[in-house]
């Protein structure tokens, strides 16, 4: 009895068959169709982002990175809406860096104290002597403070994760308008969360623990603190960019390797962003009101990242 099998079944081609295991491999990196940043639905800061990010030429990739920050800022103080969630962030490192201050001064002096008492007068070049415990003492001190401001920096960035996620969400919305779709729609939300503080948390250890031993840089006379500025100054940025792109990556279900690797491959563009964002929280004091700027240009910048250049045209 004859079966109709071949009749019924129709055959793949190889061809065929790869355009949907790449779509399939999309959806699950963005979540979204390719991005035009031309698009007139999509607001001006995600142009400029995509537009940076889609430019062959490295120096304006790496200038469009720079502004992005600046742009950022624009966008938070026509947004009122979100300042509530990017006062929050702000006040907790604020406070975190402020308690550390407290403990952490007073506890270097004492310790440097019982190493090194400050010389008595006896001769007259014993004050060359004071001059020198004075310089030691300043050192420490400022050394003291770089890393109160990195501890706090660390773990307010973990403790306000909570916040940024809140507040790069509202911004990703704002950016994406009517293109917005919610890659965690119906995700329980405590795992979602603690898988992004301890994200949050990776990176701010990868970065202190590179960036405190360079602190010996310094140390070596002439060339040290060149160095240091130059070498922390590129570290800098690249971390920078991770940490603050960090979490609209996460949110869209991006591993932690390919992170890295995204941020790292798209340096021209990264580093931009990362410098301008290191620059704008260099300004003492008012850099912890400057860190919600950073979740809103980071979440513009991730988006802009997860776009397949052959497709966001």
Same mark, same amino acid.
């Given at each position: 009895?004859?079966?109709?099998?071949?009749?019924?079944?129709?055959?793949?081609?190889?061809?065929?068959?790869?355009?949907?295991?790449?779509?399939?491999?999309?959806?699950?990196?963005?979540?979204?169709?390719?991005?035009?940043?031309?698009?007139?639905?999509?607001?001006?800061?995600?142009?400029?982002?995509?537009?940076?990010?889609?430019?062959?030429?490295?120096?304006?990739?790496?200038?469009?990175?720079?502004?992005?920050?600046?742009?950022?800022?624009?966008?938070?103080?026509?947004?009122?809406?979100?300042?509530?969630?990017?006062?929050?962030?702000?006040?907790?490192?604020?406070?975190?860096?402020?308690?550390?201050?407290?403990?952490?001064?007073?506890?270097?002096?004492?310790?440097?104290?019982?190493?090194?008492?400050?010389?008595?007068?006896?001769?007259?070049?014993?004050?060359?002597?004071?001059?020198?415990?004075? *310089?030691?003492? =300043? $050192?420490?001190?400022?050394?003291?403070? &770089?890393? +109160?401001?990195?501890?706090?920096?660390?773990? /307010?960035? %973990?403790?306000?994760?909570?916040?940024?996620?809140?507040?790069?969400?509202?911004?990703?919305?704002?950016?994406?308008?009517?293109?917005?779709?919610?890659?965690?729609?119906?995700?329980?939300?405590?795992?979602?969360?603690?898988?992004?503080?301890?994200?949050?948390?990776?990176?701010?250890?990868?970065?202190?623990?590179?960036? *405190?031993?360079? =602190? $010996?840089?310094?140390?070596?006379?002439? &060339?040290? +603190?060149?160095?240091?500025?130059?070498?922390? /100054?590129? %570290?800098?940025?690249?971390?920078?960019?991770?940490?603050?792109?960090?979490?609209?990556?996460?949110?869209?279900?991006?591993?932690?390797?390919?992170?890295?690797?995204?941020?790292?491959?798209?340096?021209?563009?990264?580093?931009?962003?990362?410098?301008?964002?290191?620059?704008?929280?260099?300004?003492?004091?008012?850099?912890?009101?400057?860190?919600?700027?950073?979740?809103?240009?980071?979440?513009?910048?991730?988006?802009?990242?997860?776009?397949?250049?052959?497709?966001?045209?």
């Amino acid at each position: 009895m004859p079966v109709p099998v071949m009749e019924n079944c129709v055959s793949v081609k190889p061809e065929e068959s790869q355009p949907m295991v790449r779509q399939e491999h999309r959806s699950e990196i963005t979540h979204y169709k390719p991005l035009n940043p031309d698009d007139e639905r999509l607001h001006p800061l995600m142009r400029h982002a995509l537009r940076g990010y889609l430019t062959p030429s490295s120096w304006r990739r790496g200038m469009s990175g720079l502004r992005v920050p600046l742009k950022a800022a624009t966008f938070l103080i026509k947004n009122p809406a979100l300042w509530p969630w990017a006062i929050a962030p702000a006040l907790i490192n604020f406070a975190i860096f402020v308690s550390s201050l407290f403990f952490s001064l007073p506890a270097a002096s004492q310790t440097f104290g019982s190493l090194w008492a400050m010389p008595e007068i006896v001769a007259w070049y014993h004050y060359g002597l004071i001059a020198l415990w004075g *310089v030691v003492y =300043l $050192l420490v001190m400022l050394l003291t403070l &770089v890393l +109160s401001y990195m501890v706090a920096m660390m773990i /307010g960035g %973990v403790i306000a994760s909570p916040f940024n996620d809140v507040l790069s969400e509202k911004t990703e919305k704002l950016l994406l308008g009517e293109l917005y779709q919610d890659p965690q729609e119906g995700a329980p939300f405590l795992p979602s969360l603690l898988k992004s503080m301890a994200s949050s948390a990776a990176v701010a250890l990868m970065y202190f623990a590179i960036m *405190v031993p360079m =602190l $010996l840089l310094h140390f070596i006379p002439g &060339v040290g +603190s060149i160095a240091y500025t130059l070498v922390g /100054g590129l %570290v800098g940025g690249y971390f920078m960019a991770l940490e603050y792109s960090d979490t609209l990556l996460e949110r869209r279900g991006t591993g932690f390797k390919r992170k890295l690797n995204l941020v790292w491959q798209e340096r021209s563009y990264t580093l931009g962003f990362g410098v301008g964002t290191s620059l704008m929280l260099a300004i003492p004091l008012i850099n912890f009101f400057c860190l919600p700027i950073a979740v809103i240009a980071g979440t513009a910048v991730g988006t802009a990242l997860l776009e397949d250049k052959r497709d966001a045209q």
